[in-house]
T-cell receptor, first 109, second 113 residues
Framework: AQRVTQPEKLLSVFKGAPVELKCNYS??????LFWYVQYSRQRLQLLLR??SRESIKGFTADLNKGETSFHLKKPFAQEEDSAMYYC???????????FGSGTKLNVKP | NAGVTQTPKFQVLKTGQSMTLQCAQD?????MYWYRQDPGMGLRLIYY???????DKGEVPNGYNVSRLNKREFSLRLESAAPSQTSVYFC????????????FGSGTQLSVL
């Protein structure tokens, strides 16, 4: 069965500190992986996706197939990064998306 | 550009009552989804519709039914609400390929007393 695990419920860092939000997955194929973000009082929205190899708002994520991980990183956290972050995996066979339990990032001034 | 529109935004039900959550998208997307969001559980897929005319169960379908009325609309029905269905419900849509992103509605906060 497909599964996405985010081990940290809450991550608190100071402004300017590096951030790493962990995501591990299990999937019996070649996964498509995403990070979604939900800012306070806003809709859940895509932050970045593996296939695009992009950097959005200074965030990057690398797919490590050996460790089955897709950790989200940012070298210098900003207060506006405070939000709920969800790692997600899409099932190529059925076009279903599975989400992790989410990590709340709190960036302190 | 409305995107994904959900109604209602808030609802309080008594145990045993029924209700339908409505969702519509104006992006001509093929696939639509219903998720519930619970603290510590993240988003869990209730039902999805890969294309017009098809629906399929997700991770937590019990107690729910869905209808893909047309390409635009995908409704979620609670026939006999239970307190365990207290949650925030999100509708989402996508073009229909696994690499495509999801567009979410603003959510429905449902309380079942």
């Amino acid at each position: 069965a497909q599964r996405v695990t985010q081990p940290e419920k809450l991550l608190s860092v100071f402004k300017g500190a590096p951030v790493e939000l962990k995501c591990n997955y299990s999937y019996s194929g070649s996964p498509e992986l995403f990070w979604y973000v939900q800012y306070s009082r806003q809709r859940l929205q895509l932050l970045l996706r593996h296939i695009s190899r992009e950097s959005i708002k200074g965030f990057t994520a690398d797919l490590n197939k050996g460790e089955t991980s897709f950790h989200l990183k940012k070298p210098f956290a900003q207060e506006e990064d405070s939000a709920m972050y969800y790692c997600a995996l899409s099932d190529n066979n059925f076009n279903k998306f599975y989400f992790g339990s989410g990590t709340k990032l709190n960036v302190k001034p | 550009n409305a995107g994904v529109t959900q109604t209602p935004k808030f609802q309080v039900l008594k145990t045993g009552q029924s209700m339908t959550l409505q969702c519509a998208q104006d992006m001509n997307h093929n696939s639509m989804y219903w998720y519930r969001q619970d603290p510590g559980m993240g988003l869990r897929l209730i039902y999805y519709s890969a294309s017009e005319g098809t629906t399929d169960k997700g991770e937590v379908p019990n107690g729910y039914n869905v209808s893909r009325l047309n390409k635009r609309e995908f409704s979620l029905r609670l026939e006999s609400a239970a307190p365990s269905q207290t949650s925030v419900y999100f509708c989402a849509s996508s073009e229909g390929r696994a690499v495509e992103k999801l567009f979410f509605g603003s959510g429905t906060q449902l309380s079942v007393l």
